[in-house]
């Protein structure tokens, strides 16, 4: 008998995702049925965007595991009426794609690419950066997509720290954990990047105090969740010039509101959550690789830690 699957997302998600799911589960050898319109009482498997209409999910008896599309779940974990396997989206694209944003954006700030292109009057500021290897960055969240990006720019020779909750060990990288740890990974640190998770104890990870430990002038790049910034403290460090830049990709409300301040705000880039966006074809065999796996009896990938939140 096919396996049911229910694709629980906006009406446009589903013409982009229907083919490449269904080819997906053929190559994964998965007998499948696959729609937007299941009966609740046959569905085991819902491949879920946060944003779905489907917010209970006691009406699934038969339900089996909820395979997220997004990195992002914390608008889900919370959900009381959830109680099977939670599994979040990391696929090759979506990573591939956060580490050469990431990497674009660093590297303009080390280089200072924006004082040639933006340029008016046509100064001649024959400034040379300095090598990596004098520049500290430090990465805010050391998950998947934290890893990978760290390591890419240890690549290039950053001096590169880390701080996540738990302790991690990555190779060319000095790594931080807990509370005390996040004064001692963004002291002196000139440019910030942030992907950490959206959680109570997460938010407002750089706020007016943890910005007055980084390097007068430095930048920060936020590409993970908006809720990590202390929006008023972080422009009130844009004016005293204790932040240089900062590039946001991600807001508490999104479209980022037409009066917002960061609009305006002659050092800060507004980017429309572009940082990382899922891919259709490799986000599809994620999905059915944990089908797979289900219908296997083997662990799903990627399952979310419902008391962390992620």
């Given at each position: ?12 998600r589903w013409v982009e995702y229907e083919a490449p799911l269904r080819r997906a589960l053929k190559e994964a050898g998965i007998e ?145 954990s807990r509370k005390d740890g996040l004064k001692a990974a963004l002291s002196g640190a000139e440019i910030v990047v942030l992907l ?98 289900g219908e296997a009896g083997a662990p799903l990938l990627h399952l979310v830690d419902r008391s962390a939140g992620y």
């Amino acid at each position: 008998m096919a396996v049911q699957v229910l694709f629980a997302a906006k009406p446009a998600r589903w013409v982009e995702y229907e083919a490449p799911l269904r080819r997906a589960l053929k190559e994964a050898g998965i007998e499948a049925t696959i729609a937007c319109d299941l009966p609740a009482q046959t569905v085991e498997y819902i491949v879920y965007a946060p944003n779905s209409d489907v917010q209970d999910f006691s009406v699934f008896p038969k339900l089996k595991a909820v395979l997220n599309l997004w990195a992002g779940v914390e608008t889900v974990a919370p959900n009381p009426t959830l109680n099977v396997p939670l599994a979040r989206m990391v696929d090759h694209g979506l990573t591939q794609g956060m580490k050469e944003w990431v990497s674009g954006h660093v590297l303009r700030h080390h280089l200072g690419i924006d004082a040639h292109i933006i340029n008016p009057d046509h100064l001649w500021q024959a400034i040379a950066p300095p090598l990596a290897q004098d520049r500290a960055v430090t990465i805010l969240g050391l998950g998947e997509l934290g890893a990978v990006c760290a390591q890419t720019l240890a690549t290039f020779g950053f001096q590169v720290s880390g701080w996540s909750r738990s302790q991690k060990s990555i190779k060319g990288v000095t790594c931080y954990s807990r509370k005390d740890g996040l004064k001692a990974a963004l002291s002196g640190a000139e440019i910030v990047v942030l992907l950490l998770p959206d959680t109570p104890a997460t938010e407002n990870a750089l706020d007016a105090e943890s910005l007055s430990w980084l390097a007068k002038g430095a930048a920060i790049i936020n590409p993970g969740r908006g809720p990590l910034i202390d929006d008023e403290a972080l422009l009130d460090a844009l004016d005293s010039g204790q932040i240089g830049h900062a590039t946001l990709d991600v807001f508490r409300v999104e479209p980022l509101p037409q009066d917002h301040p960061f609009w305006a705000h002659p050092n800060v880039t507004v980017t429309p959550h572009i940082a990382s966006e899922t891919r259709t074809w490799t986000a599809s065999q994620c999905v059915a690789e944990n089908i797979r796996r289900g219908e296997a009896g083997a662990p799903l990938l990627h399952l979310v830690d419902r008391s962390a939140g992620y």
